[in-house]
T-cell receptor, first 113, second 113 residues
């Protein structure tokens, strides 16, 4: 069965530092991969998605992610974190043809001033 | 403004008292779904609907019902809520074809005593 693993439950970084959030997936075919962000008390917002083509994907808010098939990974990165990036981040893989998303457990990001 | 709305946002109820959480989208999306979010588990799909009068079970459908009588609305029904249904619920919608972005509602926090 398809699955998504986010190894880090909590991450704390200092403002201005770089960030990498890890995501590993298990999927038999070419995966459709997503990163969502959930700010406190808010719904989920799409940061970026990968369907095919260039393995380095640019998203909103200065985020990017790189798809590595050999490592079954889709890690999210940002070169310089802002305090407003504190949120919970979810990696997801799209399953089948019906837009169903399989989510990881999430990584909660805290940003120190 | 394109959006998915849910009501109520917060609900405290007692075991066995039937309740309905409404979901409405104004984007003319064919596909709608319900997820529940639990700590350490991410989001899991409860039910989905590919179009009016077409619904199917997701990964955790037990104890829930849905209906899709109109394209814009997709209510979630708990006919006899139990404490293990205490959770954060999200409604989402997207265009039917391909892997399009899913738009999420703001969430409904349900507590069943």
């Amino acid at each position: 069965a398809q699955s998504v693993t986010q190894p880090d439950i909590h991450i704390t970084v200092s403002e201005g530092a770089s960030l990498e959030l890890r995501c590993n997936y298990s999927y038999g075919a070419t995966p459709y991969l997503f990163w969502y962000v959930q700010s406190p008390g808010q719904g989920l917002q799409l940061l970026l998605k990968y369907f095919s083509g260039d393995t380095l994907v640019q998203g909103i808010k200065g985020f990017e992610a790189e798809f590595k098939r050999s490592q079954s990974s889709f890690n999210l990165r940002k070169p310089s974190v802002h305090w407003s990036d504190a949120a919970e981040y979810f990696c997801a893989v799209g399953e089948g043809g019906y837009n169903k998303l399989i989510f990881g457990a999430g990584t909660r990001l805290a940003v120190h001033p | 403004e394109a959006q998915v709305t849910q009501n109520p946002r917060y609900l405290i109820t007692v075991t066995g008292k039937k309740l309905t959480v409404t979901c409405s989208q104004n984007m003319n999306h064919e596909y709608m779904s319900w997820y529940r979010q639990d700590p350490g588990l991410g989001l899991r799909q409860i039910y989905y609907s590919m179009n009016v009068e077409v619904t199917d079970k997701g990964d955790v459908p037990e104890g829930y019902k849905v209906s899709r009588k109109e394209k814009r609305n997709f209510p979630l029904i708990l006919e006899s809520p139990s404490p293990n249904q205490t959770s954060l619920y999200f409604c989402a919608s997207s265009l039917q074809r391909g892997y399009n972005e899913q738009f999420f509602g703001p969430g409904t926090r349900l507590t069943v005593l």
